[in-house]
T-cell receptor, first 113, second 115 residues
Framework: AQSVTQLGSHVSVSEGALVLLRCNYSSSVPPYLFWYVQYPNQGLQLLLKYTSAATLVKGINGFEAEFKKSETSFHLTKPSAHMSDAAEYFCAVSDQDGNDMRFGAGTRLTVKP | ETGVTQTPRHLVMGMTNKKSLKCEQHLGHNAMYWYKQSAKKPLELMFVYNFKEQTENNSVPSRFSPECPNSSHLFLHLHTLQPEDSALYLC??????????????FGQGTRLTVV
């Protein structure tokens, strides 16, 4: 069964700094990969997804992620953090049948002024 | 606004109470899900309904009972819960179950506290 590991349960950056949230996956078949964001007291909202087209995926709010098969990674980045980016971010993986989407434990992003 | 609405947003219940969580979507989706989100733990998939039929039950205790009367509505009936069941319960929907590249749309969740 596939799984994801998010390295770092808490990441803190200064406003304007690079955001890098790490996600590594494990899957015996080509995966579909997702990043979701959860703001306080809200549900999860899709940021971006990889579905075997371009390996560099652009999402909403200036985020992007790159699928690297050799590293089994799908790290999320944003060149310049904004205060409004403070939230919890979840990486998820599903197989091509979509029968089992697995989420990581989440990374809480704090943005300092 | 994702198109998935959950009520109530907050619920406090005693261990002997019976309550129900409601989820509604008007996205035309055919698959609906219940997830449990506990602090510092990955999201746990509880139940999946596809075209009103339950397709997944991930070893959830019988004190949680789902109901899906139609593709737009999903309920989670709660009975004799334990304090460790306190969590954020998230409902989600997707166009179909079994197509991995179609993302799920989540509701805002119900924050449940069992006292």
């Amino acid at each position: 069964a596939q799984s994801v590991t998010q390295l770092g349960s808490h990441v803190s950056v200064s406003e304007g700094a690079l955001v890098l949230l790490r996600c590594n996956y494990s899957s015996s078949v080509p995966p579909y990969l997702f990043w979701y964001v959860q703001y306080p007291n809200q549900g999860l909202q899709l940021l971006l997804k990889y579905t075997s087209a371009a390996t560099l995926v652009k999402g909403i709010n200036g985020f992007e992620a790159e699928f690297k098969k050799s590293e089994t990674s799908f790290h999320l980045t944003k060149p310049s953090a904004h205060m409004s980016d403070a939230a919890e971010y979840f990486c998820a993986v599903s197989d091509q049948d979509g029968n089992d989407m697995r989420f990581g434990a989440g990374t809480r992003l704090t943005v300092k002024p | 606004e994702t198109g998935v609405t959950q009520t109530p947003r907050h619920l406090v219940m005693g261990m002997t109470n019976k309550k129900s969580l409601k989820c509604e979507q008007h996205l035309g989706h055919n698959a609906m899900y219940w997830y449990k989100q506990s602090a510092k733990k990955p999201l746990e998939l509880m139940f999946v309904y596809n075209f009103k039929e339950q397709t997944e039950n991930n070893s959830v205790p019988s004190r949680f009972s789902p109901e899906c009367p139609n593709s737009s509505h999903l309920f989670l009936h709660l009975h004799t819960l334990q304090p460790e069941d306190s969590a954020l319960y998230l409902c989600a929907s997707s166009p179909f179950y079994g197509t991995g590249k179609l993302e799920a749309f989540f509701g805002q969740g119900t924050r449940l506290t069992v006292v």
